[in-house]
């Protein structure tokens, strides 16, 4: 036992075959089966989720956890290449500030509260509906209006084109909604 | 692996490098994201250093790549919009990986270790914080991490090398002022670029590779315009135990009544991280 | 760019290696200044002047592309005799109405061309768009006009442009922009150089030519430039917008906004031509061009939407959308809600109380709502506003007096579900779920969806109301991500935003395809396809097979990578240059072919004439590359569609240092301020209580309002903290060191920073006089890693007339060592700085 300990450490191992030490008789297990992270992993095409230039990016994954977000080298815009913010989608997706549950603040409360995702979804519902019933003008002398201009949206430019276009599609065609805005101006 | 991983071609045994090249570089630090995402290390200081855009301000234990900032004053006087006075450099710094290591040579443990790529591989678990590789680099770049008890640098990815793929600065950086490739094949590029630059009138550009000192070379050239100093890269580094020829061989007999204490703390070291690596 | 875009300035490096000159303009400079050739700062808000100046340059040395801007643009256009110009209206184009504040802009068409009259209900205010398509689609009935070739008569656009920019002379660049003269010229030679037959010159630009009260009119002054360099519909030329967020252009194709629907078709307004879909599509329709299938595009659209409850009976559903009938823009809705007229908001992936202009106002408006719904990663400021938001802290808003309700929603991130973004060069890219996302963070898909089917079944409870029609006809039937799973298939919706026969649901190839007779149904025509046929998802696609990268997502519309490139073609079909060929004619096979899909009719020849009985690109001359428009040129004068008038201006910044020297207007007539004692503003031109002037934007390391960098260690620690750039002369003259605090003062707020003196903040030499500037990120706020104060609280709520962006670059403040004020106060402090003279 001790002396295969002892056969471990780099001095006793150059003494005995007069290497000077510093090569692969000093590596360790670790070192000698060294791998990237990345081996053995799932790789999936992305897109970078910052700017709008729109960098490719491979998500390695294992057994359903992220491991490494990289560039992707066959992206005729970023040719694997990836800015700082780029380069931390990883970090971004696994932070320890990340939101997983519902926090919930009552009128004139002063704590957060978790609530369940049904029970919140069922909350805005009603209140989305109690707002548009309250609010809902049909007409206007005469002319048809067809809107609620008490209810607003915010948001879009950090989304995919379905999110924007089922929001689009709910909020304004379904629900009469026309205060919809958000980062980009046309 | 997907098909679309483009690999190094680079088989062990072949030497590898990088080569900054500070002409090209935006100073926009996705190297340092990028080394950090890679190697899990954490962020070290949230306080503005009112040094330019530079708030890393060094190499350290968790700071592997290090973009320095260069902002050259217009001359006094003319004030004004005088733009032509005005410059703006940028340089990558990292781990030289020198051709005669002073850290490599100064470790006791075996832990420094040259790779099958030639880079300097600091095993962790080997290392065993003694740190007599911290005061034995001559650009500062090893630096011990006082929680953790180890010291830590650049590793060159060699875990990345293995699997021929390119350390993660030099794949990200996005305007491929970090080059990685064989050490050859960058030092005639390098050759090939100054060249290029002389020609467009920069003549103060210069290749940054102390071969003729007791470092023999790096594996971490730079291209840079005006002096190393500026850079914080010493005109002339030097091994410090460059008189030590016979390296660890002769450390080993002269110090013969020290290998207890050490074989102690190598083996007590070795105990902790086994619990760390769990 | 460098600062903002690393890897896209990749490409101008590129550019820069093999000989390209870089030219960088810009008050400070920044690391895309450190790679250029030439760096030439300006004054905040001067743009005009330099652009226009450029503009008169290419006009006075006759270094305009000749054949080009006489068959592509409509510098031959005759205007009408009415048409007066800011020259002989003081700075005022003919039509202004100071009482309404906006312009009347029947005078700006082209002679003889037919006036399409609104019709506003009496009584009412008519709505103002931000979209300002209020003649109809772009300008409907520009086919008809006369034109001069040899560009000499007197009221062509040519001799127009000519007589507008006269004054814009680099002198009046030296005086008005700071930049010294050789400078200028060393610019316009560099310019007109690179532009030619076989040379291309390319304009990129991002928020700081369009947060200004004159936007819209900057990048229209770039545009001008561009035609008549010959440099649009080109290889290597262009004006780039170079967009801030992943999908911030599909956020505009696919609008979450309040004025327009997708594929740029406008919203109804509460005017009389809304009232019926006939006169609706009449009025958006033009002869010629692609706005001639406005209805084809529209009726598919509803047919989309409301399914088989959309017939001709009910004009296919158009009685069903909501009327706009005023400013519903952010912030116009935003004054509502501080006036206590809203009760619900949503905010998805936005983060205004650190983003948004006049951050206290923003903050507070939030406090009179009923509810609120937040949808982030993380827990922003936005969302927590009532708990520790500066309000709060000096006793301004007391969290038992709010009686906002909260939700706080965990969404997903982009590895964690499917989706399509459309990056800045209008490329659909795909992006793949990899990993579940935590807990009960879900998509935007997801969370729509399902509230949706709650909401649907809401209106269904009460099919008897008219408000509920629209609920209940809504199509909502899509397949889950896979069986067991309540994601919704987001490759289901892009199938119906490319389109489908209504029978048989095949998709569409093309927009060609699409019909106004029910019979086809299209989400958003543009986007048409994307998804040619079903499993074929080509933003998904990943095998660049060329140069411009065709094989690698989708550009819209039909993979088309550079716009308008029949341009790139000389008036006969035949490339300009080898050097810069894109789309040619093959006169054998008798069609347009090249390295590009051509965006042009495929078969129609360039010596074709036009034939206005058939409509549409047939209506229109061979060698008319902008389709776009009805007379298929591209607008040096633009006749319609604009707020602010034809030709660009310059008129000073809501606040500004200096008084307007090119005309005798001091700011743009028809922009907003939204002056009110909770938005106040600078007196101008001059307030001696603010002598600097304030330009504020970010920085590489961090994302906009910081929701997705401040919080994450690798980023917050490359800048941890808010600071304020100044010179080594104005660090000097208020006495402070670098890292030292400062305190910056508006007549909104004051906020406090550390002091970063540099060089590359140079203090301006105009008239004689120096002007000192002050530079500020804005990314920070009091949450995550790297917090400090919110530069945005700076900032007035102000719109420019045609788009409602806000002003962020070019403002007044006073600097004052030492930090601000905490707690009430600060409130004081304000106050008794707002009354003195710096």
């Given at each position: 036992m001790l002396k295969d300990l002892l056969m471990r450490w780099p001095v006793i191992r150059q003494i005995q075959n007069g290497s000077n030490g510093n090569g692969e008789e000093s590596w360790s297990e670790r070192t000698r089966t060294l791998k990237p992270k990345t081996a053995g992993a799932e790789v999936t095409r992305s897109i970078c989720p910052y700017c709008g230039v729109g960098c490719g990016q491979l998500i390695f994954h294992k057994d359903g956890k992220l491991v490494s977000i990289e560039g992707d080298p066959a992206s005729p815009i970023s040719r694997g290449h990836l800015c700082p913010k780029g380069a931390n989608t990883h970090q971004l997706h696994t932070h320890p500030g990340r939101l997983a549950k519902v926090k919930y603040r009552r009128p004139h409360g002063t704590e957060w509260e978790e609530i369940e995702l049904d029970k919140a979804m069922e909350m805005i519902a009603d209140r989305v509906w109690d707002s548009r019933e309250r609010t809902f003008q049909e007409k206007q002398d005469d002319w048809n209006v067809m809107h609620t201009k008490a209810i607003a949206h915010l948001g879009g430019a950090t989304l995919d084109n379905e999110e924007n276009y089922l929001i689009k599609k709910l909020f304004g065609a379904g629900l009469g909604m026309v205060c919809i805005s958000n980062q980009a101006r046309i | 692996m997907s098909a679309s991983m483009e690999t190094t071609g680079i088989q062990p045994g072949e030497i590898t490098a990088?080569?900054?090249?500070?002409?090209?570089?935006?100073?926009?630090?996705?190297?340092?994201?990028?080394?950090k995402e890679w190697n899990e290390l954490e962020q070290d200081g949230l306080t503005l250093s009112g040094f330019?855009?530079?708030?890393?301000?060094?190499?350290?234990?968790?700071?592997?790549?290090?973009?320095?900032?260069?902002?050259?004053?217009?001359?006094?006087?003319?004030?004004?919009?005088?733009?032509?006075?005005?410059?703006?450099?940028?340089?990558?710094?990292?781990?030289?990986?020198?051709?005669?290591?002073?850290?490599?040579?100064?470790?006791?443990?075996?832990?420094?270790?040259?790779?099958?790529?030639?880079?300097?591989?600091?095993?962790?678990?080997?290392?065993?914080?003694?740190?007599?590789?911290?005061?034995?680099?001559?650009?500062?770049?090893?630096?011990?991490?006082?929680?953790?008890?180890?010291?830590?640098?650049?590793?060159?990815?060699?875990?990345?090398?293995?699997?021929?793929?390119?350390p993660a600065c030099a794949k990200a950086c996005p305007t491929e002022s970090i080059k990685f490739g064989r050490l050859d094949d960058l030092r005639a590029h390098a050759r090939e670029r100054l060249e290029t630059l002389h020609a467009r009138g920069m003549h103060d550009a210069q290749i940054y590779d102390p071969t003729d000192t007791s470092v023999k070379g790096i594996h971490s050239m730079f291209l840079i315009r005006g002096e190393p100093e500026t850079y914080n890269l010493p005109p002339r580094p030097e091994v410090p135990t460059v008189y030590l020829k016979e390296g660890w061989r002769s450390a080993a007999i002269q110090g013969i009544t020290l290998i207890a204490g050490v074989a102690l703390s190598f083996l007590a070291a070795r105990a902790k991280r086994n619990e760390v690596q769990a | 760019m460098a600062e903002q875009h690393p890897v896209g300035f990749q490409w101008v490096v590129e550019a820069r290696e093999r000989g390209g000159k870089i030219i960088h303009v810009d008050p400070r400079f920044t690391r895309t200044s450190a790679m250029a050739d030439i760096w030439a700062p300006l004054r905040p808000g001067s743009d005009i002047v330099f652009l226009g100046a450029l503009i008169h340059y290419v006009l006075e040395n006759d270094r305009y592309f000749h054949e080009y801007v006489v068959k592509y643009t409509n510098a031959p256009t005759i205007l009408r005799k009415d048409f007066k110009d800011t020259e002989e209206g003081a700075g005022y184009f003919s039509g202004w109405n100071e009482k309404k504040g906006l312009y009347d802009p029947t005078t700006w068409l082209y002679e003889d061309e037919p006036v399409k009259k609104s019709h506003h209900h009496p009584g009412h205010h008519p709505a103002e768009g931000g979209h300002a398509k209020d003649r109809g689609g772009e300008a409907g009935n520009a086919h008809i006009y006369e034109t001069d070739p040899t560009l000499q008569h007197p009221r062509c656009v040519f001799q127009v442009l000519k007589r507008h920019y006269a004054r814009y002379t680099p002198e009046m660049v030296e005086q008005q922009c700071g930049m010294p003269q050789s400078v200028f010229l060393e610019i316009a030679k560099t310019m007109v150089d690179a532009s030619g037959p076989d040379k291309t010159a390319a304009i990129c630009y991002a928020v700081g030519w369009t947060q200004h009260s004159t936007g819209a009119q900057i990048i229209r002054a770039a545009a001008i430039l561009q035609l008549l360099l010959g440099n649009i519909g080109r290889p290597g030329g262009g004006i780039l917008a170079l967009r801030g967020h992943a999908s911030i252009q599909g956020s505009t194709d696919i609008p979450t906004l309040y004025d327009i629907l997708p594929g740029y078709l406008p919203m109804p307004f509460f005017e009389d031509d809304s009232t019926k879909l006939e006169k609706y599509i009449k009025k958006h329709s033009t002869e010629a061009g692609l706005w001639s299938k406005f209805d084809h595009y529209f009726i598919s659209l509803m047919k989309a939407w409301y399914g088989d409850s959309a017939s001709e009976e009910n004009e296919w559903g158009f009685q069903w959308l909501p009327r706009v009938t005023g400013d519903h823009s952010e912030l116009g809705y935003w004054l509502d809600m501080e006036d206590g007229k809203m009760e619900g908001l949503f905010v998805m992936g936005q983060n205004p109380a650190v983003g948004a202009p006049n951050g206290r106002l923003q903050r507070k408006a939030m406090a009179k709502l009923k509810w609120l719904v937040v949808r982030d990663l993380v827990e922003i400021e936005t969302a927590s506003f009532w708990k520790d938001s500066p309000e709060v802290e000096r006793g301004e808003l007391k969290p038992k007096d709010i009686a906002t309700e909260v939700f706080l929603m965990p969404a997903a991130g982009q590895a964690e579900k499917s989706g399509s973004f459309t990056n800045t060069q209008r490329l659909l890219q795909w992006h793949n779920k990899a990993v579940d996302p935590p807990g009960d963070a879900r998509s935007e898909t997801w969370f729509i969806y399902h509230l949706g089917c709650l909401l649907k079944k809401k209106a269904a409870a009460h099919r008897e109301k008219t408000r509920n029609l629209p609920l209940n006809a809504l199509t909502w039937?899509?397949?889950?991500?896979?069986?067991?799973?309540?994601?919704?298939?987001?490759?289901?919706?892009?199938?119906?935003?490319?389109?489908?026969?209504?029978?048989?649901?095949?998709?569409?190839?093309?927009?060609?395809?699409l019909k106004n007779d029910g019979s086809t149904a299209c989400g958003c025509w543009i986007y048409t396809g994307v998804m040619p046929e079903k499993g074929k998802n080509k933003a998904n696609m990943r095998e660049p097979k060329d140069q411009l990268g065709h094989g690698w997502g989708f550009a819209w519309p039909k993979d088309i990578r550079i716009i308008y490139n029949r341009a790139s073609a000389r008036p006969d079909g035949a490339p300009w240059s080898e050097e810069k060929k894109l789309v040619w004619w093959d006169s054998e096979k008798r069609e347009w072919t090249g390295l590009d899909v051509s965006d042009f009719?495929?078969?129609?020849?360039?010596?074709?004439?036009?034939?206005?009985?058939?409509?549409?690109?047939?209506?229109?001359?061979?060698?008319?590359?902008?389709?776009?428009?009805?007379?298929?040129?591209?607008?040096?004068?633009?006749?319609?569609g604009l707020k602010d008038g034809p030709l660009p201006a310059h008129f000073e910044p809501l606040e500004s240092v200096m008084a307007n020297a090119v005309y005798p207007v001091q700011n743009n007539p028809p922009a907003k301020k939204h002056e009110r004692k909770d938005n106040p503003y600078a007196a101008s031109p001059s307030d001696p209580r603010f002598p600097y002037v304030l330009t504020t934007y970010r920085l590489t390391e961090h994302h906009t309002a910081g929701g997705m960098s401040r919080g994450l260690g690798h980023l917050a620690e490359l800048q941890p903290e808010l600071f304020a750039e100044i010179s080594p002369e104005l660090a000097e003259k208020i006495g402070v060191r670098s890292?030292?605090?400062?305190?910056?003062?508006?007549?909104?707020?004051?906020?406090?920073?550390?002091?970063?003196?540099?060089?590359?903040?140079?203090?301006?030499?105009?008239?004689?006089?120096?002007?000192?500037?002050?530079?500020?990120?804005?990314?920070?706020?009091?949450?995550?890693?790297?917090?400090?104060?919110?530069?945005?609280?700076?900032?007035?709520?102000?719109?420019?007339?045609?788009?409602?962006?806000?002003?962020?670059?070019?403002?007044?403040?006073?600097?004052?060592?030492?930090?601000?004020?905490?707690?009430?106060?600060?409130l004081k402090q304000l106050k008794k700085l707002l009354k003195e003279t710096a």
């Open positions: - | 990088f080569l900054t090249d500070s002409t090209l570089c935006i100073g926009c630090k996705a190297c340092e994201v990028a080394c330019s855009y530079d708030n890393t301000m060094a190499l350290g234990h968790s700071t592997w790549r290090h973009v320095k900032f260069v902002e050259g004053t217009p001359e006094p006087g003319l004030g004004g919009n005088a733009p032509q006075q005005l410059s703006w450099e940028f340089s990558s710094d990292v781990c030289k990986h020198c051709e005669v290591a002073g850290c490599l040579e100064a470790c006791p443990t075996g832990a420094l270790v040259r790779t099958e790529f030639g880079g300097v591989y600091l095993q962790p678990d080997i290392c065993n914080g003694c740190a007599y590789c911290v005061v034995s680099c001559p650009f500062g770049v090893v630096q011990k991490n006082e929680e953790d008890g180890r010291a830590f640098k650049c590793t060159f990815c060699t875990d990345r090398q293995k699997d021929q793929l390119q | 039937h899509y397949p889950m991500q896979k069986p067991g799973s309540d994601e919704p298939d987001a490759e289901a919706v892009l199938a119906e935003i490319n389109g489908f026969q209504w029978k048989g649901h095949s998709l569409l190839k093309s927009y060609e395809e009719k495929q078969t129609l020849p360039p010596d074709h004439k036009a034939q206005p009985e058939k409509k549409g690109l047939e209506a229109l001359d061979g060698d008319k590359p902008f389709g776009l428009h009805p007379d298929g040129r591209g607008w040096l004068f633009v006749s319609s890292c030292e605090w400062v305190t910056i003062v508006t007549p909104r707020s004051l906020i406090s920073a550390k002091a970063l003196v540099t060089p590359r903040i140079r203090p301006l030499q105009i008239g004689g006089q120096t002007i000192d500037q002050v530079g500020l990120p804005y990314h920070w706020g009091w949450k995550g890693m790297a917090t400090g104060d919110v530069t945005n609280d700076l900032l007035a709520i102000s719109e420019d007339p045609n788009v409602r962006i806000m002003s962020t670059k070019a403002l007044v403040c006073n600097l004052l060592p030492g930090r601000r004020a905490d707690h009430k106060a600060a």
